[in-house]
C-alpha cells in the first residue's frame, strides 16, 4: 500500500495498523496532521487539491510541503534517506501504469 508521498505503509510506516490504518484508507485524516493545525496530512491535502493520484504527478516533488513535514526526530541523513526512498516507490508505481 504506497501513500500519495510514496511511503509504503506496510513497510515504512511505524503507526501503519498501530494507530493507523493507511494513509489512503484514511483519506489523508491521520492522527498527527494535528500539529500541523490541519484534519489532513498536508501532503495528501496539498496532493487531493491539484488533482494528484499521488506526488508522483507533480513534477515538484520533493516540495516544500514534504521539507516543512519532515519527522523532527529525523537526522538530516534519515530525512534525506526518507526523500529517496519515497521518490524510488513513486517512481515504481508511475512505471507500473504505464
Known amino acids: ?6 511511503v509504503n505503509c506496510h513497510t515504512d510506516c511505524r ?8 494513509c489512503n484508507e484514511l483519506q489523508g485524516h491521520v492522527s498527527w496532521a494535528v ?7 498536508p501532503i495528501y491535502a496539498c496532493a487531493l487539491e ?3 493520484t499521488s506526488c508522483g504527478d507533480c513534477r515538484l516533488a520533493p516540495c516544500q510541503v514534504w521539507y516543512d513535514t519532515r519527522n523532527p526526530d529525523a537526522s538530516d541523513e534519515e530525512f534525506e534517506a526518507d526523500l529517496n526512498s519515497r521518490l524510488a516507490n513513486l517512481k515504481g508505481r508511475k512505471k507500473e501504469n504505464i
Open 1 to 6: 500500500m504506497l501513500s500519495v508521498c510514496g
Open 15 to 22: 503507526a501503519f495498523k498501530v494507530e493507523c490504518d493507511g
Open 35 to 41: 500539529f500541523y493545525g490541519m484534519e489532513r496530512c
Open 50 to 52: 491539484k488533482g494528484f
